[in-house]
């Protein structure tokens, strides 16, 4: 079956040490997300791509970093993980929407739950 | 700028009783909605979507959503509910302007018991 995969689904890191999370896809969407999801939150979207475009949202903290070598990978890094920076991150594509609109369902990895020490 | 609410964030009900989780979206222009699935310590999955058309979407696992513009609501129904069905839903938009991602709501636990 076609998918998106998460590896690992549970990662565990020091506080500052950086870590490296990664996703792939086997549907061979344009658009590949990275979201953030603390306990009982709706998931938060840290950046995306569009194709090989990379779009940051605002907010994102500059520790985020993101890249995406290739259409059916995409790799999120922590580069000094801080405690509040626990939680689920999830993968998901979709395909690109006709005129770029983000109408597309997105597909969803099983998460990579990430705790720090 | 577009946002999603969801009113309830749990709706404990008995088992093969309907049940309706709502959503009320706010936009300026015209959306398309969506409503996700998450179980636990796993990712969302795309439980139905309305993009134009019938605005009486139907869904996996029985589950169906009503679009109503002039309410700007997306609510969700189920007409008999089984222990699986447990689960966080979460509503989310799309505008229909430019390049957009989705917005999502904060979720509504759906707790199921005997």
């Known amino acids: 079956d076609a998918m998106v995969i998460q590896n690992p689904r549970y990662q565990v890191t020091q506080f500052g040490k950086p870590v490296t999370l990664s996703c792939s896809q086997t549907?061979?969407?344009?658009?590949m997300y990275w979201y953030q999801q603390k306990s009982s939150q709706a998931p938060k979207l840290l950046f995306h791509?569009?194709?090989?475009?990379?779009?940051n949202e605002a907010d994102t903290p500059d520790n985020f970093q993101s890249r995406r070598p290739n259409t059916s990978f995409c790799f999120l890094d922590i580069r000094s993980p801080g405690l509040g920076d626990a939680a689920m991150y999830l993968c998901?594509?979709?395909?690109?929407?006709?005129?770029?609109?983000?109408?597309?369902?997105?597909?969803f990895g099983d998460g990579t739950r990430l705790s720090i020490l | 700028a577009q946002s999603v609410t969801q009113l309830d964030s749990q709706v404990p009900v008995f088992e093969e009783a309907p049940v309706e989780l709502r959503c009320n979206y706010s936009?300026?222009?015209?959306?398309?909605l969506f409503w996700y699935v998450q179980y636990p310590n796993q990712g969302l999955q795309l439980l139905l979507k309305?993009?134009?058309?019938?605005?009486l979407v139907k869904g996996i696992n029985g589950f169906e959503a009503e679009f109503n513009k002039s309410q700007t609501s997306f609510h969700l129904r189920k007409p008999s509910v089984h222990i699986s069905d447990t689960a966080e839903y979460f509503c989310?938009?799309?505008?229909?302007?430019?390049?957009?991602?989705?917005?999502f709501g904060k979720g509504t636990m759906l707790l199921v018991s005997p």
């Open positions: 998901a594509t979709s395909r690109a929407g006709t005129g770029r609109k983000g109408n597309q369902p997105q597909h």
């Open positions: 549907l061979n969407h344009n658009v």
């Open positions: 791509y569009y194709d090989k475009d990379f779009n």
């Open positions: 936009s300026s222009v015209s959306v398309y």
């Open positions: 309305y993009l134009s058309g019938s605005t």
């Open positions: 989310a938009v799309v505008t229909n302007s430019g390049y957009s991602t989705l917005t």
